[in-house]
C-alpha cells in the first residue's frame, strides 16, 4: 500500500476551539430607538468596536448629530461591556467642509459614508453628483479621512445585478484617479470585478465582507419560493461571485475585512409589497464566519480577517482581550421581538456549527 493511500485512511481531527483578539464590525446598522435597544446586544456580544452607518431619518450628517447618536447608543448598551461605536458622517450635496474636519480632528466620527441618492435604505438624500461634494473629497484626501461608499449606480436602465460593477467602472476607479490620495472602502463588496479592482488598487482601497454574501448567491432569493429576508443591497450575485468572495475573505490579504451590514427591518417591512432591502446577521455573523473559512480550510487566517486587517487600515490599535469559539451546535432564535413585532435572524432556528463560548474583556481577563 503506498504512503498516499496509507495517509488517506488517516483521520484528522478537526479543530474543536479557536481563541483570537477580540474582532471588529467594520458596518453595522443599529439603527435608533426601541430597534436599536433591541438589537444592540448581539452586536456589542460580538464585537469590541463598530462602524456604525448614518442612514437614519434624519440621517446624521453634522457633528452634532453624531454625538447625540453615539450617546443614545452608549446609554443603550448593555451594562458592563465596553463596546465602542466608531461614528460616520452621511454625505449630501450640501455637507459642510469645517464640519467635516472637525469632526474628524475631534475623532467624533471616523469616516464619511457616500450613498449615491436613492441607492438603497434612508439614501433619499444622498449624493446626487460627485462634482457637488468635490471639495469635501478633496478636504478628506488631505487630512486622512476614509471614504466609505455604497459602491452601487442608481440609473434604473443597469441591471441590478450588474450596478457594482458599473459602479466600479463608471464610478471609483475614476475617482480614485481624481483624489490619488483618498482611502476608501467599498462596503460590502459582491462582485469578482470588486475583489479585482480592491486587490489592484490596495492599500488604499480596501473592502468589507459580509457573512450573508458568503453564504447566500442569488439563486437563494428563490429556493422554494421568493424569500424577502434574503434580499439585501447590494443583492446576492450568481455564485462565481460568491465563491471569489469566499476566496478573498480567506486569503490573509489586508485588504479584505470583516463587516457584517447587520440591518435589520420588522418582518412587516420584509414581507411587503415593496420589501426594505436588509439583512439582520448580528446574532449569528461570527458563528457564519467561523463556518465558512472552517470549509475553505482557512481557520488560520479568521483572526487577520475579523480583528487586524480593519483597524490597520483605520489606524486604530488592536482589542485587547479574546474571544473563543468552539465546535459544538448552536441554535439562535428566529426572530427578535420589537414591540408588537419582530426582526427575522439570519440563520435563526438553524444548527450552526460554530458558537461563542467565551469573551474574554479587559477588566475579566
Known amino acids: 500500500m503506498s504512503p498516499e493511500s496509507i495517509f488517506g485512511q488517516l483521520e484528522i481531527p478537526a479543530?474543536?476551539?479557536?481563541?483570537?483578539?477580540?474582532?471588529?464590525d467594520w458596518h453595522v446598522h443599529l439603527?435608533?430607538?426601541?430597534?436599536?435597544?433591541?438589537?444592540?446586544?448581539?452586536?456589542?456580544?460580538?464585537?469590541?468596536?463598530?462602524?456604525?452607518?448614518?442612514?437614519?431619518?434624519?440621517p446624521i450628517v453634522t457633528t452634532a448629530a453624531a454625538e447625540a447618536y453615539r450617546e443614545r447608543i452608549l446609554m443603550a448598551r448593555?451594562?458592563?461591556?465596553?463596546?465602542?461605536?466608531?461614528?460616520?458622517?452621511?454625505?449630501?450635496d450640501a455637507t459642510l467642509?469645517?464640519?467635516?474636519?472637525?469632526?474628524?480632528?475631534?475623532?467624533?466620527?471616523?469616516?464619511?459614508?457616500?450613498?449615491?441618492?436613492?441607492?438603497?435604505?434612508?439614501?433619499?438624500?444622498?449624493?446626487?453628483?460627485?462634482?457637488r461634494i468635490a471639495p469635501v473629497l478633496e478636504?478628506?484626501?488631505r487630512i486622512g479621512m476614509p471614504l466609505l461608499v455604497h459602491g452601487e449606480v442608481t440609473d434604473p436602465d443597469i441591471d441590478i445585478f450588474d450596478r457594482e460593477s458599473v459602479f466600479i467602472d463608471k464610478?471609483?476607479?475614476?475617482?480614485?484617479?481624481?483624489?490619488p490620495g483618498l482611502k476608501i472602502v467599498l462596503e460590502h463588496v459582491t462582485t469578482e470585478e470588486g475583489i479585482a479592482a480592491v486587490r489592484e488598487n490596495a492599500p488604499r482601497l480596501a473592502a468589507t465582507i459580509t457573512p450573508h454574501h458568503l453564504l447566500l448567491n442569488r439563486t437563494s432569493l428563490f429556493q422554494g419560493g421568493l424569500r424577502p429576508h434574503y434580499y439585501c443591497l447590494p443583492v446576492a450575485k450568481r455564485e462565481r461571485h460568491r465563491q471569489a468572495l469566499r476566496k478573498a475573505a480567506t486569503s490573509g490579504d489586508a485588504c479584505?475585512?470583516?463587516g457584517t451590514d447587520s440591518a435589520p427591518h420588522l418582518r412587516e417591512a420584509k414581507q411587503a409589497e415593496c420589501c426594505?432591502?436588509?439583512?439582520?446577521?448580528?446574532?449569528?455573523?461570527?458563528?457564519t464566519y467561523a463556518q465558512v473559512f472552517e470549509e475553505e480550510d482557512a481557520l488560520d487566517q479568521l483572526e487577520a480577517f475579523a480583528t487586524v486587517n480593519g483597524p490597520q487600515f483605520y489606524g486604530l490599535p488592536l482589542n485587547a482581550g479574546t474571544i473563543t469559539l468552539e465546535r459544538s451546535d448552536d441554535v439562535v432564535d428566529c426572530a427578535i421581538e420589537i414591540g408588537g413585532s419582530d426582526v427575522v435572524t439570519f440563520r435563526g432556528g438553524e444548527r450552526l456549527a460554530w458558537s461563542i463560548k467565551e469573551v474574554a474583556r479587559p477588566d475579566n481577563t
Open 15 to 24: 479543530i474543536r476551539s479557536l481563541t483570537m483578539r477580540r474582532p471588529d
Open 31 to 58: 439603527r435608533d430607538g426601541d430597534m436599536m435597544k433591541a438589537i444592540l446586544p448581539f452586536t456589542t456580544a460580538q464585537f469590541a468596536r463598530a462602524i456604525v452607518m448614518p442612514n437614519l431619518m434624519p
Open 78 to 92: 448593555p451594562a458592563g461591556l465596553d463596546f465602542q461605536p466608531l461614528m460616520t458622517c452621511y454625505l449630501t
Open 97 to 131: 467642509l469645517d464640519d467635516v474636519e472637525d469632526g474628524f480632528r475631534r475623532e467624533i466620527w471616523v469616516a464619511c459614508k457616500l450613498y449615491p441618492a436613492g441607492a438603497t435604505t434612508n439614501a433619499a438624500h444622498g449624493v446626487t453628483d460627485l462634482a
Open 139 to 141: 478636504r478628506m484626501e
Open 171 to 179: 464610478v471609483l476607479i475614476p475617482l480614485m484617479r481624481r483624489h
Open 256 to 258: 479584505f475585512f470583516l
Open 276 to 287: 426594505s432591502a436588509g439583512i439582520f446577521c448580528g446574532a449569528t455573523a461570527l458563528q
